[in-house]
């Protein structure tokens, strides 16, 4: 069992940044695909960015519309994920999930969403342009 709970969100401007971090318990994270996904109000959630292990290699991805400006990471030590997003565009406004599932080769934006069966409650993020 994996339990996540979502920090850092709030409200910025255009053009700020934010720092979304992700603590994970109940297990290392070592093992686990982690992503971070989005919801937008009246939209689907979509996968923004994921990060898997392979021996000592972090391979992360990230969708086509937050490339170049969002960067996931994370620190197994700590058991956190993190997501730092600048240069924040309106169309950044939604809900933020952080998820995880046992890495079983299949860890991308577009992994389907049933897949991850671990999920934390959110956090808000608003971009006012």
């Known amino acids: 069992q994996v339990q996540l709970e979502e920090s850092g969100g709030g409200s910025v401007q255009a053009g700020g940044s934010l720092r979304l971090s992700c603590v994970a318990s109940?297990?290392?994270?070592?093992?686990?695909?982690m992503g971070w996904f989005r919801q937008a109000p009246g939209k689907g959630r979509e996968g923004v960015a994921t990060?898997?292990?392979?021996?000592?290699?972090?391979?992360?991805m990230h969708a086509d519309s937050v490339r170049g400006r969002f960067t996931i990471s994370r620190d197994i030590a700590k058991n956190t994920l993190y997501l730092q997003m600048d240069t924040l565009k309106a169309e950044d406004t939604a809900m933020y999930y952080c998820?995880?599932?046992?890495?079983?080769?299949?860890?991308?934006?577009?992994?389907?969403?049933?897949?991850?069966?671990?999920w934390g409650q959110g956090t808000q993020v608003s971009v006012s342009s």
């Open positions: 998820a995880a599932k046992l890495n079983d080769g299949r860890c991308a934006t577009d992994t389907p969403l049933a897949l991850f069966p671990y």
């Open positions: 109940g297990n290392t994270l070592s093992t686990y695909c």
């Open positions: 990060i898997y292990r392979a021996g000592r290699v972090n391979y992360a």
